[in-house]
């Protein structure tokens, strides 16, 4: 069975916080994204990443940073950690080609930042 | 950029009734429309998706139709059972890779 497996489910961390959620999918894919989900707000995009080293900004970057050393692997940074950052967060995958395809999610890290 | 609008929020219907979550799109170089359902506690999970070279797409009881026209697409889930309860996303991509999603649809089926 294909897996985006994320490190963590739930987490707690406190305000001012380096914070590192880890992704890692075993499909090959060559492209990995971070959202946010957040009641009423739906998925919002933080960052994606097509390719290894690669990065981009997606709608709501501020007080984000991604990291992809490795193919299978795309990590959401959160440099210091607010409040307002307590969250549901999701990582997906999808193949990349000229077509867009459908993504596969991760089980979601639940983070609370007190 | 490209912006979906989903509604309604929240859809209650009888069990084998049918439901209907309609969504619009802004950019018109869109050209991929997954929807995803995600049930209380877990993961997103694509359940049908239509290309805009196509007008309409059926999976069992769930069917997809899009207007390219009008930027709009709905999900149509007929004979509907408990466990179609869940919320309900839409979404939309042009040739990025990058999906940008609606604000979600939590449906209830009551039996």
């Known amino acids: 069975d294909v897996k985006v497996t994320q490190s963590s489910r739930y987490l707690v961390k406190r305000t001012g916080e380096k914070v590192f959620l880890e992704c890692v999918q075993d499909?090959?894919?060559?492209?990995m994204f971070w959202y946010r989900q957040d009641p009423g707000l739906g998925l919002r995009l933080i960052y994606f990443?097509?390719?290894?080293?690669?990065?981009e900004k997606g709608d709501i970057p501020e007080g984000y940073s991604v990291s992809r050393e490795k193919k299978e692997r795309f990590s959401l940074i959160l440099e210091s950690a607010s409040t307002n950052q307590t969250s549901m967060y999701l990582c997906?995958?999808?193949?990349?080609?000229?077509?867009?395809?459908?993504?596969?999610f991760g089980s979601g890290t639940r983070l609370t930042v007190v | 950029g490209e912006n979906v609008e989903q509604h309604p929020s929240t859809l209650s219907v009888q069990e084998g009734d049918s439901a209907v979550i309609k969504c619009t799109y802004s950019?018109?170089?869109?050209?991929?429309f997954p929807w995803y359902k995600q049930e209380l506690g877990k993961r997103p999970q694509l359940i049908i998706d239509?290309?805009?070279?196509?007008g309409e797409k059926k999976d069992q009881r769930i069917a997809v139709t899009l207007n390219k026209t009008a930027k709009h697409f709905s999900l149509h889930i007929t004979e509907t059972q408990p466990e179609d309860s869940a919320v309900y996303f839409c979404?939309?991509?042009?040739?990025?890779?990058?999906?940008?999603f609606g604000t979600g649809t939590r449906l209830q089926v009551f039996p």
């Open positions: 997906a995958s999808s193949r990349g080609s000229r077509d867009s395809y459908g993504y596969t």
């Open positions: 499909m090959d894919h060559e492209n």
């Open positions: 990443s097509y390719d290894v080293k690669m990065k």
């Open positions: 950019d018109s170089a869109s050209n991929y």
């Open positions: 239509i290309r805009s070279n196509v």
């Open positions: 979404a939309a991509s042009s040739n990025t890779d990058k999906l940008i």
